[in-house]
């Protein structure tokens, strides 16, 4: 039998959830792979040494993130990270847009309902400077983006894997799957998501939103622009902005809705707001995003 | 003096760790329920346009996203002053009844039960979910198939299972349509089915365990929940707080929680403590949840539902009992099913009038930057754990700044650190401490379903669950691994 560990680091808990929703295949999973080891859900409290698969989910935020995480290599013979946050730091990773001192201040003195008080300082790790993904700390034989990923990907990614198999997985962008049809459109004003209603059936960059659909990795099957919401760029960047130094989420978004609208670039630059949260929400602890030649997160990381 | 120390607790949301400080006579002087973690929601909200919270807080939970989603779609309602239509608002409660189910069977199949319906003192390679689905794999079944309605019906209304998007400022982005109504419909019929027999299994396990629920985690505190004019509900209406008698102490709307909800920061952990602020830290403590929604309401409003609140109000009133949690929060799973078949039944579910728009174009940065103007907007809804509040400052444009979250198991976080201490303290005597007595100081915890990724703080990296023991100078004197 295959031996799964799975283990959070600092994150929501939704990448354990995700694969809790294999639902029915769950026991399938469970006749051909030993879960040995997986906090949230039972109480081996050692990490085993001959870990097959370690699944790990969330981001390095502090000391303790770091050593299990290492741990957790030492001892496993396959290590994913597994969901966004591993993959790029995550929505975790916007606290680098304020120093450490600012978030812990915010949370502990500053604060309309806290009497205010000194940071715990007793048993608690100690927090990193910025918030990592798993990557920047040691070998990872593989990543699955997604916030998190999606059942089914789970399904055809852990299946083939506990059966010693390649995956086989999408490596199309979001718009792929996207129905809405995209289309040029003159127009000179890019809208706050809040702004009118949005057409249905047509491409949000068309009519003026910011849309992440593009840059986005697709394999999610465009469930939020189905639902009547743009795409927040939760499933990572798309293999296009990882592959070319210079194609990055932001200037990718600016070029799309320059092309779609005739307005120049300069103009739609203009125009974006809150860059910090609308387009790197997801990517901002990454290194391989910050790295980028036209990236925007050096201007906006507090280190 | 020794310390044990029990990291990480297992089978709950997040890591946390607990802490048990023995005398040299053998007695526990001190014990600690510990969260390791923040993330900084609070400050990383700031700067964002405010109609992206929606999106961004449910990441601050995977397993009530729902309910962060909703609370933060209220906030934004307020801050610009868009009052959803009535399909809308049936739409988002449809959305929450699906969060209850998921998070509900969730909590007391995947992580509560196992500790009942394979004891305490068994195997801690069997207890839990994996355990239950070879031993009893019909009732693994059962729980894994009500969970999975649950998670239908949110992804159906809310566009995804897990971090839903379709709440949003004065309404929905999407409605659902007459054959989706049908098919979820006729799910949640089934949901009621499913939850019957799931308390068929579970009733007689609070009368097998009675000694359990009596011994551990006890605390006496008051209570808040979310009620409408007694009843219980879980999308909208004000915090009603009582006393542990049942007396009325307050009743107030969500944007005046200031006046009666203050937190106070210990050194010990990275989650605050909530109290009542007229009261005073620590007789103000209140607990929040399945357990406080049932003391708090008077009334349950579906049939099968009302039926077990009546018989579990009979036999414990105002229920002081944290394990009584696990009683409270399966009544509630049916309530959550039956709330969605009535939801369902209704054609209005299916309207197309979904959202209010804004009426004036929204000041630009630079603008609003001049006028100096500020916003507010505070949402209150009944997460699976308890009262969760959003709370939203923004400038005259709508980019916040300032963000306050008081979120569910903070609200506990009290209780589960006096239950921790006084069980600690009635139990433990001398240095060896068995296994089973460590997890019924995790199962205390547990009975709160604590979701500490939501302590928006919370989580550490954790490490096995050993106990240390330690002497009086620092040196480790054993090491048990659990």
Redesign the interface.
């Known amino acids: 039998m295959v031996k799964i560990a799975l283990e ?11 694969i ?2 294999l ?2 295949d ?2 399938t999973l ?1 006749n051909q792979a030993d ?1 040995v080891y997986a ?9 085993p040494d001959d870990i097959d698969i370690a699944i790990v989910s ?1 981001s ?10 290492e741990e957790l290599r030492e001892k496993s013979k396959y290590l994913i990270a597994y969901g966004t946050c591993a993959c790029y730091g ?3 990773g ?2 680098d ?2 120093t450490s001192e ?3 201040s ?3 003195s500053d ?5 205010s ?9 100690e ?1 990193l400077s910025i918030v990592h993904p798993a990557a920047d700390f040691t070998r990872i034989d593989g990543f699955i983006p997604g ?2 990923p999606k ?1 089914q990907l789970t399904h055809d990614i852990l299946i083939p894997l506990v059966n010693d198999e390649a995956p086989d997985v999408p490596k199309k962008s979001v718009c792929a799957d996207c129905q809405r049809e995209m289309e040029h459109v003159e127009f000179d004003t890019i809208h ?6 949005p057409e249905p059936g047509k491409c949000f960059l068309s009519q003026g939103y910011v849309c992440l659909g593009s840059v986005t990795l697709g394999r ?1 099957g465009g ?2 622009t ?4 743009p795409c ?1 760029g ?1 499933g990572g960047p798309s293999l296009d902005v990882l592959r070319e130094p210079s194609h990055d989420i932001y200037n990718g978004v600016i070029k799309r809705i320059a092309h779609l609208s005739k307005m120049p670039e300069k103009d739609v630059e203009k125009q974006l ?2 860059i ?3 387009i790197y ?1 997801f990517v901002i602890g990454s290194t391989t995003m910050e790295d980028k030649q036209v990236s925007l997160i050096p201007q906006l990381v507090k280190k | 003096m020794k310390n044990i120390e029990i990291s ?1 607790v ?6 946390a ?1 607990i ?1 048990v400080q023995v005398d040299d006579a053998g007695n526990v002087a001190d014990a ?1 329920f ?7 929601f ?3 909200l ?4 405010v ?2 919270a929606p ?2 807080t ?6 009530c ?1 729902t309910a962060h989603h909703l609370a933060a779609a209220k906030a ?1 309602d307020m801050v ?1 002053g868009l009052e959803p239509p009535e399909t809308a608002k049936k739409l988002r409660e449809l959305m929450l009844m699906g969060q209850y189910i998921h998070s509900h069977s ?1 909590h007391f199949y ?2 509560g039960a196992p500790d009942l319906v394979m004891g305490p003192d068994s195997d ?2 069997m ?5 239950i ?1 070879k031993s009893n ?1 019909d009732l ?2 059962m729980a ?2 009500t ?2 309605i649950g ?1 239908e019906i949110t992804g159906a209304v ?6 839903p ?2 709440a ?3 309404g929905q ?2 409605g659902i349509t007459s054959e989706q109504q049908a098919k979820l419909l006729s799910k949640a019929k089934d949901a009621i089915g499913l939850i019957e027999q799931g308390v068929e299994v579970a009733k007689p396990l609070f009368t097998q365990y009675s000694e359990a629920i009596e011994a551990l985690g006890p605390v006496e505190s008051h209570f808040g929940a979310i009620t409408n004019g007694g009843s219980i509900e879980f999308y909208d209406g004000p915090a009603k707080i009582i006393d542990k008698s049942g007396n009325q102490v307050y009743e107030f709307a969500a944007a005046d ?2 006046d009666y ?10 989650l ?1 403590f ?1 109290y009542l602020k007229q009261i005073g830290f620590p007789e103000g403590n209140y607990r929040v949840g399945p357990l406080a929604r049932l003391n708090v309401v008077d009334t349950i409003p579906t049939e099968k539902a009302s039926a077990l609140y009546g018989e579990y109000k009979d036999q414990y009133g105002i229920a002081q009992n944290a394990l009584l949690y696990h009683y409270a929060r399966l009544i509630e799973l049916m309530y959550a099913a039956e709330r969605a078949v009535q939801l369902l039944e209704d054609d209005s579910i299916t309207g197309t009038d979904l ?1 209010q ?2 009426s004036e ?2 000041m630009t ?1 630079a603008e609003a930057k001049q006028s100096g103007e500020t916003k507010r907007g505070v949402g209150m809804i009944e997460a699976t754990r308890g009262i969760l509040i959003h ?1 939203y400052e923004t400038d005259a444009g ?2 916040i700044n ?1 963000a ?1 979250l ?1 979120v569910s198991t903070g609200q506990n976080n009290l209780s589960m650190d006096i239950g921790v201490r006084e069980t600690a303290k009635q139990m433990i005597h001398g240095e060896e401490v068995s296994e089973g007595l460590k ?1 019924r100081l995790e199962m205390i915890v547990r009975a709160y379903d604590p979701c500490l ?1 939501c302590a ?2 919370a ?8 106990v240390d023991i330690y002497d009086s100078d620092g040196q480790l004197l054993k090491k048990h ?2």
């Open positions: 959070t680091l600092a994150s929501c808990s939704g990448c354990e959830i995700s809790l929703d639902h029915e769950l026991a469970l879960i906090p949230v859900l039972m109480d081996v409290k050692e990490v969330g390095v935020r502090n000391v303790e993130n770091k050593e299990r995480l995550g929505i975790t916007m606290a847009l304020y600012e978030v812990t915010r949370t502990y604060n309309p309902s806290t009497v008080a000194p940071l715990p300082n007793e048993v608690v790790p927090l916030c998190p059942e706050r998501r809040i702004e009118g209603t999610c469930l939020c189905e639902a009547g919401i927040h939760c707001y809150d910090g949260h609308v929400g | 990480p297992s089978r709950i949301e997040g890591h760790k802490t600690h510990h969260v390791m973690e923040i993330r900084g609070e400050k990383f700031e700067g964002a346009a109609e992206e999106r961004i449910p990441r601050i939970c995977g397993i996203q934004t610009f969730l995947f992580l801690p390679a207890r839990n979910v994996v355990g689905l794999p693994a079944m894994i198939k969970r999975k998670q809310g566009g995804k299972p897990i971090s998007v379709t949003i400022p004065g982005s999407r929680y200031l909800v203050e937190e106070k920061v210990q050194p010990w952990s990275y605050k909530p959202r728009n804004l174009p929204l940065q709370d709508g980019f300032r306050n008081i997890n990724s928006t703080h989580i550490d990296g954790s490490s096995p669950l050993a691994l659990l």
